[in-house]
Structures are given as structure tokens and as C-alpha cells.
């Protein structure tokens, strides 16, 4: 698309600030904050066997470790529009990462209850900044959500391929320790921390806005937050069962340690593309449905090679499966900028659509630890990918469906970034 179109509506107290100083501070905070977002939990998996190995965890308690992020995101992600309304943007964002810092710390005592605890933490930060970015971006950058939206998914997917990259080169080149390890993923966090405290950006109020009494039915639809809810719910599920246990599962299928590392990385490092790209294409030549129809026909096809493939084709679906998580992954924070219809809309149904999401991923780590320990078997784990494939399908549709007027085709513009 071309030319230009009308920025979204925003309410509430916030001047944007048009000096290319701010712009670039706030575009440059926000990028750094979407690095720092998954190293803390990506980094889980590939240090699976040196938790194993040295006693101090079975194999439930580290599917429990990758299910605490997912239930604090359950409980938290529907409170913090609540929680939060009316105060800076920046100032929450800097304490959401500066809890990040502090989570992660905890984890290195040599305490299995501070490793709990510092894990919900970090997740709390997490949960925190994971609402707020899909608003920073339509707050900061209203005519741009497209590009903003993209970069920023773009670089959490570059982050977490970082901290799966580096997870063994670490434990087994350097001999670091896997609790130290967990500790220096959040070096990120401390520079994120640093630039929301940036003068340029404070100078600005940017206060998390209020809903207008127009804006009310919208926030109360039910609809819209499972839909929305339901199909994010999907991709986190994709996600998290990745973190925790693709690397044991595909080094069962007959590669190496590094080759399955690499399929883990997968999920992250793909979507530095495929995050760029998402939001031009679905609203594009493609179109919002046919990229639904692309991911979710990606998912199914890498999940039925994991299942019944072995070796290279087990890890060359593992790649496919990458692709189109994070193309749907991409595809869910479009649906919450445009589906609101201002700022306040779009606080509101990410935090409730993301708290419903995470409900659903909640469990599934713990129990796919809890199934191959009673079972011996991954064949529990890839059937639900194929589920979590349909469910991404029908729940994009849906969700996509439910779209109203009210903004739409400036929606459509800024969202495609062009």
C-alpha cells in the first residue's frame, strides 16, 4: 500500500512529542525492551540437562519452573490496564524491567524456592511489558503501528534465539554454571531499565490512558477477548512446549544436542523474518484470513514431521512449525491494535485477550513433563501441536471476523506501515 493515511485515535493525557530526538529514544527504548523479553525463558530449555544432571531438579519440577511465567502471565495480564491506568508509561515500564533484574538475581541463590520465586519475578516484568508494548506502540507511534509493530516483534524473536543460542555455549564451552547462566540473560533488562529513565522520553507525559464511555461496550465484549484471547492462547502454547521440551524431544529422534538446539532456536531466530514481514502481507496482498490460512497450515505440516519424522526431517519440520508460530504470533498483536478502536480499547483488550491466552498455555508444560514421565512417550506433546494448528485456524478466523468499523481502514494503513 501506499500513500498516507490517518493516525489512529488516541485519548487520555498524552502529547506526542514530533522531535526526532524523542522519536528515535522511544523507538530505541522499545527495542531494547523487546530484546530483553524472552532470553529469561527461552534460555530454560537448552539448560535442561545441566538441571537434570547435577540432581537438584526432576524432570516435573523443571516443567513446573516453565509453567510458573504462564500462570503469573494468566493472573497478572488481565489487572494490569487496571492496575496501572493513569501512570507514565515510561515510569512502569523501567520498574517492570528493573523486576526482570531483580527476578533474575534471585535465581541465582542456590534455593529451588527463590528459583520458583525469582522466576514469577521476572515473569511479573515480563507480563507487564508484554501488555504495555502493543499500547507504547500505538501511544508513540500512532501513523506508524505497522513498522513499530513488526521491528518490535521482530527483535523478541531475535531475543529469544539469543538466549537459546548462547545457553550452551556457556554451560558446556565456558563451564558457567546454569543458575549464573539464568542470572546474565537479564543483561538487557538492565539497559532497558536505562533507556525508559531516558530525560528525552520523561519530558513527555505519556500517561497509560482512561476509556471514554464510547469506548466501554467495546471493552466489555466477550467475544472479542476469547477470540483473540484463544488464538494468542495458541501460539503461547506453541511457544512455551518449545521451550521446555523440544530439545529432549528431537534429541530423541535421533540428533545431537546441537542440532536439536537449533530447531529450538528456530522458533525464536524465524521470526526475525517472518515478524517483519507478518503484518504488511496479512494487511497487504495477502490479507488478514490467508495468513491465518498460511500459519496454521505451517503448523500442522512441521507438527505431523515431528511426530512421525525423525533425524533431518524431524528438524526440518521443527523449522516449518517456527514459521508458522511466529507468523501467527505476529499475526495476534496485529489483531490487538486493530480490533481496538483507541488507545484505551487496545490497553484493555491486550491485557484481558493475554490473560485468556495464557490460561490456556498455563498447564501445558508441567504436563508434558508430567505425561513423559508417566508415559516414557512425546506422542501426548505432538498431538496437542496438531490441536493447538486447528485451534490457530479456527480461533483466526474468528477473531479476525469480529473486526468492526470504527477506524478500520485507518487501521488498516498504519498497521501495514506503508
Given amino acids: 500500500m501506499t500513500g498516507e493515511t490517518a493516525p489512529l485515535p488516541h485519548d487520555g493525557p498524552i502529547r506526542l512529542a514530533r522531535s526526532g530526538r524523542w522519536a528515535s529514544s522511544g523507538l530505541a527504548a522499545m527495542a531494547i525492551t523487546s530484546l530483553a523479553l524472552r532470553p529469561p525463558l527461552t534460555v530454560v530449555g537448552p539448560l535442561t540437562p545441566s538441571m537434570l544432571a547435577d540432581g537438584e531438579l526432576s524432570i516435573a519440577q523443571v516443567g513446573l519452573l516453565g509453567s510458573v511465567p504462564l500462570v503469573v502471565f494468566a493472573m497478572f495480564s488481565w489487572l494490569v490496564p487496571a492496575l496501572l491506568r493513569g501512570m507514565r508509561i515510561t515510569t512502569v515500564l523501567a520498574t517492570a524491567m528493573a523486576a526482570v533484574v531483580a527476578g533474575s538475581a534471585l535465581r541465582l541463590v542456590p534455593e529451588t524456592a527463590l528459583l520458583y520465586l525469582g522466576t514469577a519475578l521476572v515473569a511479573a516484568g515480563l507480563c507487564v511489558t508484554n501488555v504495555l508494548l502493543p499500547v507504547a506502540a500505538r501511544t508513540f507511534f500512532p501513523d506508524q503501528v505497522g513498522r513499530v509493530t513488526g521491528i518490535c516483534t521482530a527483535l523478541i524473536s531475535a531475543g529469544g534465539g539469543a538466549g537459546v543460542a548462547l545457553a550452551l555455549p556457556l554451560t558446556d564451552g565456558l563451564d558457567i554454571q546454569w543458575r549464573m547462566v539464568l542470572a546474565v540473560t537479564a543483561a538487557v533488562s538492565v539497559v532497558a531499565v536505562l533507556a525508559w529513565l531516558a530525560p528525552s522520553l520523561r519530558a513527555y507525559e505519556t500517561a497509560l490512558p482512561r476509556p471514554q464511555a464510547a469506548s466501554t461496550p467495546q471493552l466489555t465484549r466477550v467475544g472479542d477477548v476469547l477470540t483473540a484471547g484463544i488464538f494468542f ?47 504488511s502481507l496479512a494487511l497487504g496482498r495477502v490479507g488478514l484470513r490467508g495468513m491465518v490460512v498460511v500459519a496454521a497450515v505451517l503448523q500442522c505440516a512441521g507438527a505431523i514431521g515431528v511426530l512421525l519424522g525423525s533425524g533431518g526431517i524431524a528438524l526440518g519440520a521443527a523449522v516449518v512449525l517456527a514459521i508458522g508460530v511466529t507468523s ?58 496438531l490441536v493447538l494448528a486447528a485451534v490457530t485456524f479456527v480461533c483466526g478466523l474468528l477473531a479476525i471476523g469480529r473486526r468492526r468499523g470504527g477506524g478500520t481502514s485507518a487501521s488498516r494503513g498504519d498497521v501495514a506501515g506503508t
Avoid: D, N
Fill in 233 to 279: 492462547g495458541a501460539q503461547a502454547s506453541f511457544f512455551y512446549l518449545a521451550a521446555s521440551w523440544l530439545l529432549p524431544l528431537l534429541m530423541e529422534k535421533s540428533l545431537s544436542i546441537e542440532q536439536a538446539a537449533f530447531g529450538v532456536g528456530a522458533f525464536s531466530l524465524a521470526g526475525v523474518v517472518t515478524c517483519l514481514v507478518t503484518p
Fill in 328 to 385: 501467527a504470533f505476529s499475526l495476534s498483536i496485529v489483531i490487538f491494535s486493530i480490533t481496538a478502536e483507541s488507545a484505551a480499547a487496545t490497553l484493555a483488550l491486550s491485557g484481558r485477550a493475554q490473560s485468556v491466552g495464557y490460561v490456556v498455555a498455563g498447564g501445558l508444560p508441567f504436563t508434558a513433563g508430567l505425561v513423559r514421565t508417566l508415559t516414557g512417550s512425546w506422542i501426548a506433546v505432538e498431538v496437542t501441536m
